[in-house]
């Protein structure tokens, strides 16, 4: 069975200091992950995906598949960065994918 | 930037009542879902819908629930019999293929 794990429910950082939001993922398969952030109630957006390898405002995350981790980072928090970050993982079925969420982390980022 | 959109963003049913949430995709997509998230616990996967055709359904999607395109551009979620156990928050999702969703922004779903 998949599963998605994130440590912490809330990670309180400083403007402008370094950011880590663990993830670990147990999964047989080869892995398809994401990370999704929700701003205050809107609806969940794509962060990024590990595919891509890009960097979105800021944040990268990177495949450790020896730990089987996904944590994402950004060197320098910015107050717009509190928001709900969700790690999840996709699985093909069928025809159709299937994601598999972690419990959220919330990102405060005070001054 | 196109967007899925849901209605109502929040209703409030009596229990035993049947509620019908409302997704528009977006419109070339070709896959659409449907998740879930109790408030304080984490987003569950409900059911995945292709070829006018349910893909895949979680334990959670028994018989209580049913999925439907009625018109080629809606996609909805009846709930037959409402439970106060089935208050959430619902999310549709569509995606062009089978990765990279589009989230609709949520129905708050209330039963009493």
């Known amino acids: 069975a998949q599963r998605v794990t994130q440590p912490e429910k809330l990670l309180s950082v400083f403007k402008g200091a370094p950011v880590e939001l663990k993830c670990n993922y147990s999964?047989?398969?080869?892995?398809?992950l994401f990370w999704y952030v929700q701003y205050s109630r809107q609806r969940l957006q794509l962060l990024l995906r590990?595919?891509s390898r890009e960097s979105i405002k800021g944040f990268t995350a990177d495949l450790n598949k020896g730990e089987t981790s996904f944590h994402l980072k950004k060197p320098f928090a910015q107050e717009e960065d509190s928001a709900m970050y969700y790690c999840?993982?996709?699985?093909?079925?069928?025809?159709?994918?299937?994601?598999?969420f972690g419990t959220g982390t919330r990102l405060q980022v005070t001054l | 930037e196109p967007e899925v959109t849901q209605t109502p963003s929040h209703q409030v049913t009596q229990m035993g009542q049947e509620v019908i949430l409302r997704c528009v995709p977006i419109s070339n997509h070709l896959y659409f879902y449907w998740y879930r998230q109790i408030l304080g616990q984490k987003v569950e996967f409900l059911v995945s819908?292709?070829?006018?055709?349910?893909?895949?359904k979680s334990e959670i999607f028994d018989d209580q629930f049913s999925v439907e395109r009625p018109d080629g551009s809606n996609f909805t979620l009846k709930i037959r019999s409402t439970k106060l156990e089935d208050s959430a928050m619902y999310f549709c999702?569509?995606?062009?293929?089978?990765?990279?969703?589009?989230f609709g922004s949520g129905t708050r779903l209330t039963v009493v």
């Open positions: 819908f292709y070829n006018n055709e349910i893909s895949e």
């Open positions: 590990h595919i």
């Open positions: 999840a993982l996709s699985r093909t079925t069928g025809t159709a994918s299937k994601l598999t």
């Open positions: 999964y047989s398969g080869s892995p398809e």
């Open positions: 999702a569509s995606s062009e293929y089978r990765y990279g969703y589009t």
